[in-house]
């Protein structure tokens, strides 16, 4: 036997040997599996950095041909004046997307606030009428109460020959008004119940505007944008505004000296009068009303408006005069208006 055992071996040795290996067999597996993933993310971060790269290198050379622009004569009053007409440029658009962030604000406030008033007028109604409801419930179960009293004192107050003769059927009398009182004191019961329910819910959560709501919201943004457009307009720079966010620094030549000196002075004064400006409400909800009547729609579910539509610039007087001339606002983008847009 030991001879056997000496040439086959032992079977729980077998068995041991058989689990370490199918231990090793498993590690090995999942290291090949972590050693795959590690291996993709190292592709990954060195993707990442030869991106890094190329985007340091790109504003490097931005950065000398800068460099080369600002120790330029010639060009350094350009340069100039190009990043004050960027900078306001990025100014009213900021604007303009603080305009409509509060006017959409206001109008999903003034909303919910219309909603929350009808829906506790609806819950006052519901809980005035349960507690209806209760009252005539109670009234019916005092009724219930004093028949089950009076019949009962009836019963007990008959003489043996008449309880005889008539004792069963006031017994079921007794016991009918029982049950329905018994009910009536349920239903009584359910209908707290119902009235603690109501009172205990909670109001709706904030609703956003609907289609409506929207294209009204975007029509006083599209004014507001065409009010910005005829003050820069009117002052003569709305489109070397808007070209100072397209183009890069040093594609644009502003004049020598002297004439960029004039426009950064027509920038700061421009600049400044739009500050004082702000008592146009009433233009800007009228120059929306000449917009809604002209805008289209690609469809009923868009609420932005098709900007053939809303190309028309209305320049409302102090007298409420309205004068109309083309500048298609809303389809050259002034202001970034197309991301500000409700939709």
Avoid at 78 to 104: D, H, I, M, P, T
Avoid at 287 to 307: E, I, W
Avoid at 322 to 336: H, L, T
């Amino acid at each position: 036997m030991s001879s056997l055992t000496a040439i086959f071996g032992n079977s729980a040795e077998k068995t041991q040997d058989s689990d370490k290996l199918m231990d090793l067999y498993w590690n090995r597996a999942e290291l090949k599996k972590e050693f795959a993933g590690m291996r993709k993310e190292q592709w990954r971060l060195k993707d990442l950095v030869k991106e890094q790269e190329g985007a340091t290198a790109r504003l490097q050379q931005k950065l000398d041909y800068l460099e080369s622009l600002l120790v330029d004569p010639e060009w350094t009053h350009n340069v100039v004046v190009y990043y004050q007409l960027r900078g306001l440029a990025r100014k009213c658009e900021r604007k303009l997307a603080r305009f409509a962030e509060q006017l959409k604000q206001q109008r999903e406030q003034k909303k919910h606030s219309t909603a929350l008033v009808d829906w506790n007028e609806k819950r006052r109604a519901d809980a005035r009428s349960v507690e209806t409801e209760i009252l005539e419930k109670l009234d019916r179960i005092q009724q219930l109460e004093d028949q089950l009293h009076s019949k009962q004192h009836r019963l007990t107050s008959m003489s043996g020959l008449l309880r005889v003769f008539r004792g069963r059927s006031v017994m079921k009398l007794v016991d009918s008004l029982a049950a329905r009182l018994e009910s009536a004191v349920q239903e009584e019961k359910a209908l707290r119940a119902r009235l603690r329910e109501i009172k205990s819910r909670q109001p709706p959560d904030h609703q956003g505007l609907d289609v409506a709501a929207k294209r009204s919201v975007n029509l006083m943004i599209l004014a507001f944008a065409q009010q910005l457009y005829i003050h820069f307009a009117d002052a003569g720079i709305a489109a070397q505004l808007k070209e100072a966010t397209e183009k890069s620094v040093g594609s644009i030549n502003y004049g020598n000296q002297d004439e960029c000196a004039q426009l950064l002075k027509t920038i700061r004064q421009a600049a400044g009068s739009l500050q004082r400006s702000s008592k146009f409400v009433d233009v800007l909800q009228k120059r929306a009303q000449f917009l809604g009547k002209d805008a289209r729609y690609p469809n009923a579910s868009s609420a932005v408006p098709l900007t053939s539509s809303v190309a028309t610039l209305y320049r409302v007087d102090s007298n409420g005069a309205v004068r109309e001339s083309e500048a298609d606002v809303a389809g050259q983008n002034y202001w970034a208006i197309a991301k500000i847009f409700s939709r």
